[in-house]
């Protein structure tokens, strides 16, 4: 007697994600109530299940949905605003200036749509936040069946958000404690770097990190400069400060981390911290070259990320995968390193286990949450096929991405939105174009 579920989905390879690298051909996955019951092949799952919904994707290879570790989803709002600049002027001279003047409520739960959608379109199924007014990020993603890890900003000056650090804690908890219950939403505490929070700040974040038991999302070691201005202000840099404040642990996600010596490395990997990679923007502000092969060397969990449309310019994590890949190897000097397989566990499963979602997204198993993505392999880019997470790493396009579920929910049907309307999109790009010309003379 076959078991009624919501829906089966077939395609022509499964990379489930896991240790032995496995690619199934001619598999499927059976959902339930938004979860995974049955993984299995095509002829078994037909004989054990009769769904509401189902899905032959003869062409396609099915993945678990990217795992996006690091965004500003808000800044896209900001895409290509003031390209092509160092970090520190880019940011203090143009990006800053810029949020004080556009910064609201709006501002961000519209951005934060815009960006979702782009991260549909591409594949992506999580995000993980770090911008102001959480709150009205957290909404957004409630509102697009988003899984989201929320990041509660923390830095010392004012913005429109908060006047001082005790003000962003203080309003950040009473987002946590908002939304705390909601089964898609989940949080961080996110002081912003080392050189934007104090001594005193840092020691209360790591104190509710552990009495929360949420994890910490900061930048860190993004640039030689900030290294040697952490030298000369603190007498050592950056990551000992933060390990002698106590905020290094499995709970530390350190984003960037491209100025990395060996007495860094071993905090890093004696504490278990999470390195977040975003290789595209890294590369686009000059920022230098995370160091992906002793990473690897030394079993560092690396996620990926695409960071903000302000500094990366787009939100695709396949575009992402390959940049890492390609740039690890130039980097290390050796092809064989961070494989097209490594850099797509870093786009999920090492994503997932960072955010602390191991246990329910980031690899396609019985028992997760159904966070899936399925990429049309059957295009002359990306054929003929040998190795399909090659093809996807190395050859495919986000325009290729057919399919997504989150929770099982369809968001991406045979390349179009289920529930966002593009015409929505296009009335809040006018909108803040034209306010961005207003106010910035832009």
């Excluded at 037909?46 to 003869?58: G, R």
């Excluded at 996110?190 to 949420?214: C, G, M, R």
């Excluded at 690897?296 to 390959?322: H, K, V, Y």
């Excluded at 040998?386 to 093809?391: K, N």
Aim: glycine content about 6%; some cysteine.
């Amino acid at each position: 007697m076959t078991q009624p579920i919501d829906s089966l989905i077939f395609s022509r390879w499964l990379a489930p994600v896991n240790a032995n690298q496995t690619v199934h051909e001619h598999f499927g996955v059976a959902i339930d109530k938004g979860k995974i019951v049955a993984l299995d092949s095509q002829e078994t799952l037909q004989q054990k299940f009769v769904a509401k919904n189902t899905y032959d994707l003869s062409d396609h290879l099915l993945v678990p949905g990217f795992v996006n570790s690091h965004t500003h989803a808000a800044m896209n709002l900001l895409k290509g605003y003031s390209d092509d600049l160092p970090l520190m002027e880019w940011l203090q001279n143009h990006i800053w200036p810029a949020e004080a003047k556009l910064m609201s409520d709006e501002f961000v739960y519209q951005g934060t749509q815009l960006a979702i959608a782009e991260m549909i379109k591409s594949g992506t199924t999580c995000f993980n936040d770090m911008y102001f007014m959480p709150n009205k990020a957290a909404q957004a993603a409630i509102n697009h069946s988003m899984r989201a890890v929320i990041g509660l900003t923390i830095i010392e000056f004012p913005t429109a958000w908060a006047k001082d650090a005790e003000e962003y804690l203080h309003k950040g908890l009473a987002v946590y404690d908002e939304f705390k219950g909601e089964n898609l939403v989940s949080f961080s505490l996110a002081p912003h770097a080392p050189y934007t929070v104090s001594d005193e700040t840092l020691q209360k974040i790591a104190t509710l990190s552990n009495q929360l038991d949420i994890g910490i999302h900061m930048h860190v070691h993004e640039t030689e400069h900030e290294v040697n201005e952490s030298i000369d202000k603190h007498g050592e840099r950056p990551l000992a400060r933060l390990h002698q404040l106590g905020l290094l642990s499995p709970s530390f996600q350190a984003v960037h981390m491209t100025s990395i010596n060996d007495d860094d490395l071993k905090l890093v990997k004696d504490n278990g911290v999470h390195v977040m990679h975003c290789p595209e923007s890294n590369m686009k502000l000059a920022s230098g070259f995370s160091p992906i092969a002793q990473f690897q060397r030394s079993n560092i969990n690396i996620a990926l990320g695409t960071d903000g449309c302000a500094s990366n310019n787009d939100l695709d994590m396949i575009g992402e995968m390959r940049s890492a890949a390609l740039l690890a190897k130039v980097t290390a000097g050796d092809a064989s390193c961070f494989s097209a397989h490594d850099a797509l566990h870093a786009a999920t499963l090492g994503g997932a286990k960072a955010l602390g979602l191991e246990s329910v997204c980031g690899s396609i198993e019985v028992g997760k949450a159904a966070d899936l993505c399925a990429i049309n392999l059957n295009h002359i880019a990306t054929q003929p096929v040998t190795d399909p997470v090659s093809q996807l790493v190395y050859a495919a396009s986000r325009d290729q991405v057919s399919h997504v579920w989150t929770s099982g929910k369809l968001q991406l049907n045979d390349g179009e939105f289920t529930d966002i309307q593009y015409n929505d999109l296009l009335n809040i790009i006018e909108h803040w174009q034209a306010r961005m010309r207003k106010e910035l003379n832009h």
